[in-house]
């Protein structure tokens, strides 16, 4: 499933992340890496995610997460 897809406090794994260079370049430059684990703060409709991952909050706008695969329950 993708990132857009969990549930506000569900944890997960990502398990691929697709993309260009430039985008996986920005994305591995914030902490988010394959076998980083992860927890939902906030998915509302329309408005950024907001997740925890290594000891930070991050925020990522919606068609950034669809190319973020997980893992939920990892």
């Not at 406090?9 to 691929?16: D, L, T």
């Amino acid at each position: 499933m993708n990132l857009t897809e969990v549930k506000n406090g569900e944890k997960a794994v990502i398990v691929r992340i697709e993309g260009d260079r430039r985008y996986l370049s920005r994305i591995t430059s914030i902490g988010l890496n394959v076998g980083c684990r992860i927890e939902m703060l906030q998915n509302v409709k329309k408005k950024p995610l907001l997740i925890y991952g290594r000891d930070t909050m991050i925020a990522l706008n919606r068609k950034e997460s669809e190319r973020i695969q997980v893992e939920v329950g990892a």
